[in-house]
């Protein structure tokens, strides 16, 4: 059986996905690409790659002749290594969120219409945490009725990412805005919502006060608001600084019938649901990011079982020659939202339209 060529590009969130595609009956990790050396030589014997299948420059790695390539790198290199994977003529999983600016945005969208015959697929793990699996299930059932508000608060201390605590250097996160950093919000949330869509926005937060540096990285907080097509409400709190242990990564969805909220601590908590008709009052959910039925081989991704269902809905996309359910469209919807809302705070609170290009 003829396997499909694996290529990955960024030690660490690459390499992780990697290992799932080396367990997967259809595929085998054939290349590895990144900037370190040491890492690369490290990995390659991981997968057992010889020294020629090992690319520290992203341009000759894409000679490497990859049917799919696997984009683990930083926001601000996926519009180039996506359009770059593509015109080579690679089916692409890139992780979030799509791109760091509108132009990258449009420059993948343009890719996607041009290369019909491959995939690409943003790899949002929060849409297949176990919990968001469930709830997906529950909203589609027609069991939470319309759904009319939602939120995300996602509060991420990662000081460290944005400058080096110690030599005072500057990392890539230090122009990423909070809100930019949407997609693990907004996707799950997207996701009970598969007929709806986000147009307008506003949001609140520009100072840096916690860390007092300049660049939209150390913003202290930033709270986005969020209208969709059909009317609902979605509120997303997003930080990268706040003094916060644990972290917190919370969500709530009302509809029609019912809500469904998590804990407030990170992914794995006790929650509580309440549905008309089922309940007769809030009751305590299990909230995990692990499938208790999933093989053990599951976790080896990450984040519980989530990108273990990521991948194989991925290829199985590409087998059956189906629609990616984190398509480039979907994938902008988590996306240019964030975008446009810090936009939206900088100019003091206004409300902005979401420039829907790729829906036109």
Same mark, same amino acid.
């Given at each position: ?26 595929? +085998? ?11 690369? +030589? ?41 359009? %770059? ?60 009725? =319309? ?56 949001? &609140? %937060? ?32 997003? &930080? ?6 644990? &972290? ?11 809500? *469904? ?7 794995? =908590? ?5 549905? +008309? ?22 976790? *080896? ?18 087998? =059956? ?40």
């Amino acid at each position: 059986m003829k396997k499909y060529k694996v290529g990955l590009v960024g030690i660490g969130r690459g390499t992780a996905y990697g290992k799932l595609f080396a367990r997967h009956p259809l595929t +085998e990790v054939t290349a590895l690409c990144d900037i370190s050396e040491s890492a690369l +030589e490290r990995h390659g014997r991981d997968f057992g790659l010889a020294d020629s299948s090992l690319y520290s420059k992203y341009e000759d790695f894409l000679g490497a002749g990859c049917d799919i390539i696997v984009l683990g790198t930083p926001m601000p290199y996926h519009a180039e290594q996506v359009v %770059g994977a593509m015109d080579a003529g690679a089916h692409v999983l890139s992780e979030v969120t799509a791109a760091s600016d509108l132009d990258g945005c449009v420059a993948i969208w343009r890719a996607v219409k041009r290369h019909p015959e491959l995939k690409y697929m943003m790899a949002e793990n929060c849409c297949y945490m176990a919990f968001a699996r469930d709830w997906r299930e529950i909203a589609l059932s027609g069991r939470l009725g =319309n759904i009319y508000y939602a939120e995300a608060d996602y509060v991420h201390e990662i000081r460290n990412l944005i400058i080096d605590a110690v030599t005072g250097e500057e990392k890539w996160r230090v122009n990423r805005a909070p809100l930019h950093y949407c997609s693990h919000s907004l996707g799950p949330l997207l996701g009970m919502m598969p007929d709806d869509y986000i147009v307008r926005c506003t949001a &609140s %937060g520009n100072r840096a006060t916690v860390l007092n540096h300049e660049g939209d990285g150390f913003i202290d907080m930033q709270v986005g608001l969020f209208q969709t097509k059909k009317g609902a409400t979605i509120k997303v709190l997003r &930080s990268s600084v706040a003094a916060r242990k644990t &972290s917190l990564c919370a969500y709530s969805v009302y509809g029609t019938k019912g809500v *469904l909220e998590t804990g407030r601590t990170e992914y794995n =908590n006790t929650g509580l649901r309440y549905i +008309e008709g089922e309940d007769d009052a809030c009751v305590p959910v299990t909230i995990s990011t692990t499938d208790p039925n999933a093989p053990e081989e599951a976790k *080896l991704g990450g984040h519980g079982t989530s990108e273990y269902f990521l991948v194989r809905d991925f290829l199985d996309s590409i087998e =059956n020659d189906t629609t990616p359910p984190v398509d480039i469209v979907r994938a902008l919807d988590m996306s240019v939202p964030g975008l446009i809302a810090h936009e939206a705070a900088k100019k003091g609170g206004v409300w902005m339209d979401i420039p829907l290009f790729w829906r036109e």
